[in-house]
């Protein structure tokens, strides 16, 4: 059972380039989050999904955009990366409006 | 919104010792409090959690308390172990789920 499954986990951009963080889930789960997670904070969401189509802003969206065409993946993507983006993705997902089980993390630098 | 405030930032203990970790929250509404341990390089994991309606929960060697009207949270470690070594967040829920800055405990063997 993978659980929730984040690529790539490690990645380096230049500023004004663009790239998506990929995620998937394989738990038939409806909601999904994205976090950032910066040094020495806690988790801000991004955005989240409560089911295929449906996406919804967080604390901290400016920046991103997220997509939700199916119930399994739930694809990030930064336009115009900037130096502020800088810093760890988590993706998560769970059955009910809380978040469970979390991926492994994306590592981010923008330089 | 929520402001959610987690101490210490830094945890010490010996092995076989209990670790404490609190949290205090701002928003009345608030209604779902969980915890989360993360280890270096990975995603949090939930390890507990609690609802407004309850004030205590124990799961083995971990508890979480909860004084509504104090509006603040606590992580209860007993017999604490080297593995138990992570970063350690706290969270509260009203709409959405806000995070305490973590809690770095070590447990010295």
């Known amino acids: 059972n993978a659980g929730v499954t984040q690529t790539p986990k490690f990645r380096i951009l230049k500023i004004g380039q663009s790239m998506t963080l990929q995620c998937a889930q394989d738990?038939?789960?409806?909601?999904m989050y994205w976090y950032r997670q910066d040094p020495g904070m806690g988790l801000k969401l991004i955005y989240y999904?409560?089911?295929?189509?449906?996406?919804d802003k967080g604390e901290v969206p400016n920046g991103y955009n997220v997509s939700r065409s199916t119930t399994e993946d739930f694809p990030l993507r930064l336009e115009l990366a900037a130096p502020s983006q800088t810093s760890v993705y988590f993706c998560?997902?769970?059955?009910?409006?809380?978040?469970?089980?979390f991926g492994d993390g994306t590592r981010l630098s923008i330089l | 919104g929520e402001n959610v405030e987690q101490h210490p930032s830094t945890l010490s203990v010996q092995e076989g010792d209990s670790a404490v970790i609190k949290c205090t929250y701002s928003?009345?509404?608030?209604?779902?409090f969980p915890w989360y341990k993360q280890e270096l390089g990975k995603g949090p994991q939930l390890i507990i959690d609690?609802?407004?309606?309850?004030g205590e929960k124990k799961d083995q060697r971990i508890a979480v308390t909860l004084n509504k009207t104090a509006k603040h949270f606590s992580l209860h470690i007993t017999e604490t172990q080297p593995e138990d070594s992570a970063v350690y967040f706290c969270?509260?829920?009203?709409?959405?789920?806000?995070f305490g800055a973590g809690t770095r405990l070590t447990v010295k063997p």
């Open positions: 928003d009345s509404a608030s209604n779902y």
């Open positions: 738990m038939n789960h409806n909601y």
């Open positions: 969270a509260a829920t009203t709409n959405d789920m806000r």
């Open positions: 609690i609802r407004s309606n309850v």
């Open positions: 999904s409560v089911g295929a189509g449906i996406t």
């Open positions: 998560a997902s769970s059955t009910g409006g809380q978040p469970q089980h």
